[in-house]
């Protein structure tokens, strides 16, 4: 069975950092693209980051820049989201997301064939 499963979240202060992870089991995430989304109940899904399959490739949109950091390390099978001086607008459920095609250009949900759950990133004082 193909799964996805998130891990690294939880309750934190503002300004404060969280690595999130994303395991798969069932396949071998090196073989695919990956990419970082969060959500909040009643707003539409938004696209954090992504990786290509080897690493060498991360994409990562301007509103996005300079606080969330993609990488992987497909020895492990895991694909991490670094997320640094937490506010309190960041708070979502943070979806891990694996998939065929990967672009330099642009994020997009739709492209993505495996979810996992989510995990919840809650930052407040």
């Known amino acids: 069975q193909l799964q996805l499963v998130e891990s690294g979240g939880g309750l934190v202060q503002p300004g404060g950092s969280l690595r999130l992870s994303c395991a798969a089991s069932g396949f071998t995430l090196g073989h695919y693209a990956a990419g970082w989304f969060r959500q909040a109940p009643g707003k539409e899904r938004e696209g954090i980051a992504s990786i290509g399959s080897t690493g060498e490739r991360t994409y990562t949109p301007d509103s996005m820049k300079g606080r969330f950091t993609i990488s992987r390390d497909n020895a492990k099978n895991l694909v991490y989201l670094q997320i640094n001086s937490l506010k309190p607008e960041d708070t979502d459920i943070y979806y891990c997301?694996?998939?065929?095609?990967?672009?330099?250009?642009?994020?997009?949900?739709?492209?993505?064939?495996?979810w996992g759950q989510g995990t919840q990133v809650t930052v407040s004082s």
């Open positions: 997301a694996a998939g065929s095609y990967y672009s330099d250009y642009e994020i997009h949900d739709y492209i993505y064939e495996h």
